[in-house]
Structures are given as structure tokens and as C-alpha cells.
């Protein structure tokens, strides 16, 4: 819901810096990486270096290059740390502790239960909820879209490249877009199918022409943080008006209430910035943890009102 527009105000920001922060600034830092560049990453030490690389860094695509900024990055850390200094940032990344091929191993374990937390909702909502419930499409449909963005999370945060990072980006947009389309049906759509079926229209051309525009024209991460935080909030003020209106009517709203509120509180997790704990556990990773219960609440107030709209819908068939 609007949580992954927060997570992705912690993303473009990260990204923003990446051309240049203080740490791969420093002298000592690109002198160690050059000259660590010049001494194994050409020739026979090359081939030394990729025959005692584990096969499961390679496959994951870290380089010899990677790994000469790795450690020229804990040089720096800690000449910096001697000095009495604070820490520095690396290419608009605090520096992390590598685990096997995971860049930030806390972040993409959190990525990781998240979609897991959503694989299982997934199949308990199958279960429980009849194919002929009104909203069992749609519902299906965003939890499988979620399960993506996280795969995606996941994958990011393990390697991070160009194509990781863009990826991680377009499918949180699309989960937000998705959550504004099921909150349209929701609201609009069970009553009014055109309306819903010209707003998805509508949602499609919108995502389309976005990830167009920053995968060939130009990647603006200040472009794509203003869109995501404007579509967020009308995710927003849109579930949080209705849940409001029919919270008395139904109860079970109560749960998306609590969803929206705490997905903005815990929002405010993203404005920390910190230096990780024990070199692993920042505040985006302590976020990403933290969201876990919140999609499993979300994902049982799913389930909750679509029995709610079979129920209802059954009642009056049989009245007609």
C-alpha cells in the first residue's frame, strides 16, 4: 500500500548520491581501489582471482572490481573510525558486512519474509475464500503483484545493479498503482464495472508510460520519487476516507484502518539514517522487518470483507 512509497523516498535518496558520496570521495579510497584494480584484475592475477572466487559469487555477478571496492571500502571505514571520524557513506550506501553473495543481508532476509509473509496470506485467502467471492480476482491479483515487487526487493538488495535497482523501483510502483485499482473496485468498480475497468485502463497507460520514460528517456530519481509519493498518498487519503465512512457498518475495516496508520508511522523508520548495527542492520532493513505483520493484517482484512461480499452478494440473489 503507501508504505512502498516511503520505502521508495529512502530509494531515490540512496540513489540520488550514488554518483558521489563522501566515502568513495575520499583519496585513500580511490587510490586503494586503483591500485588493488592494477594488481588483480588483469592478466594472471585475474585468473587467480576467479579460481579461487566461490562459484556462488560469481554467479551472483560480483566482479574482481567489486571486490576491490568492498575492501577498500573497510579500509576507509577504518581509517576513518582511527581518526575518531564519523562513517562515511559509499556510492549512497552505508557500508555493510558482505554475507556470501547478500550485498545487504539484513534488508534482503526482510525482503525475503516479507514475500514469504505474502505467499502464505496468498494461499490461505485461496483456501478460505470462494472463487465466486466478487473481489477474489482482484485480490488474487495484487497478492501476486506484491509477491513480485518483494522478489524483486529481495533480489536488489542481494546485488545491486542497474537493472536490480531499476526493477526493484517499477514493481513498487506497480504495487502502489495496484493497491489504489483494488481500492477502486472496492469502492467504485462492484457497483460501477465500466468506471473500474476504465480506471485500470487508465493505471496501464500511467505505468507504461512512466517506466517508459526513465528506462529510455532519462532515469530522474527526483521524477520518480515526486510520482510514487503523489500516488501514494491518494493510496492513502482514498482507504483511509472509505474504512472511515464504513468502519461502523463493518468491522472488519478496522484492520485496513490500522494497516494505513501503521504503514505511515512506521514510514517515519525511513527518515532515520544511521550507520547499521554490527555493520548489518540499518533502519531500511529494521522498516522492512517491521512491515512484515502489516501485510499479514492487510492481507486478513482481504479476507475478511471478500467472505463479507460473498456473503452479501448470496443474500440478495437469494432475495431476487
Known amino acids: ?34 591500485r588493488c584494480d592494477e594488481r588483480n584484475c588483469s592478466g594472471g592475477a585475474l585468473k587467480h582471482f576467479r579460481s579461487r572466487q566461490p ?9 574482481c572490481q567489486d571486490d576491490c571496492k568492498y575492501e577498500c571500502m573497510w579500509v576507509t571505514v577504518g581509517l576513518y573510525l582511527q581518526e575518531g571520524h564519523k562513517v562515511p557513506q559509499f556510492h549512497g550506501k552505508w557500508p555493510f558486512f558482505r554475507f556470501l553473495f547478500f550485498q545487504e543481508p539484513a534488508s534482503a532476509m526482510a525482503s525475503f519474509l516479507n514475500g514469504l509473509a505474502s505467499l ?11 472463487v465466486s467471492s466478487p473481489m477474489y480476482h482482484t485480490c488474487v491479483a495484487f497478492a501476486w503483484v506484491s509477491l ?11 546485488r545491486d545493479t542497474d537493472l536490480t535497482e531499476k526493477m526493484d523501483y517499477f514493481c513498487a510502483s506497480t504495487v502502489i498503482l495496484h493497491s489504489i485499482y483494488l481500492c477502486c473496485v472496492r469502492t467504485v468498480g462492484l457497483q460501477r464495472p ?39 498518498l491518494v493510496n492513502l487519503v482514498w482507504w483511509l476516507a472509505w474504512c472511515l465512512r464504513n468502519q461502523r457498518r463493518l468491522p472488519h475495516v478496522r484492520k485496513c484502518v490500522a494497516v494505513v496508520l501503521l504503514l505511515q508511522g512506521l514510514s517515519l523508520l525511513e527518515l532515520l539514517d544511521f550507520p547499521p548495527f554490527f555493520w548489518v542492520l540499518d ?14 493484517l492487510f492481507f486478513s482484512f482481504l479476507e475478511d470483507d471478500s467472505l463479507y461480499l460473498l456473503k452479501e452478494s448470496e443474500a440478495k440473489f437469494k432475495l431476487d
Open 55 to 63: 562459484i556462488y559469487m560469481s554467479l551472483a555477478g560480483w566482479t
Open 148 to 158: 513480485n515487487a518483494w522478489f524483486w526487493s529481495t533480489v536488489f538488495h542481494t
Open 283 to 296: 533502519a531500511h532493513a529494521i522498516w522492512h522487518i517491521s512491515t512484515i505483520p502489516v501485510h499479514i
Open 1 to 34: 500500500m503507501a508504505g512502498r512509497a516511503a520505502r521508495l523516498v529512502l530509494l531515490a535518496g540512496a540513489a540520488a548520491l550514488a554518483s558521489g558520496s563522501q566515502g568513495d570521495r575520499e583519496p585513500v579510497y580511490r587510490d586503494c581501489v586503483l
Open 120 to 130: 502464505v496470506m496468498l494461499c490461505r485467502y485461496r483456501t478460505s475464500v470462494p
Open 194 to 232: 465500466a468506471v473500474a475497468s476504465a480506471f485500470r485502463a487508465l493505471l496501464l497507460l500511467l505505468l507504461a508510460a512512466h517506466i517508459s520514460y526513465l528506462s529510455l528517456v532519462h532515469f530522474d530519481y527526483g521524477y520518480n520519487l515526486a510520482a510514487n509519493v503523489a500516488i501514494g
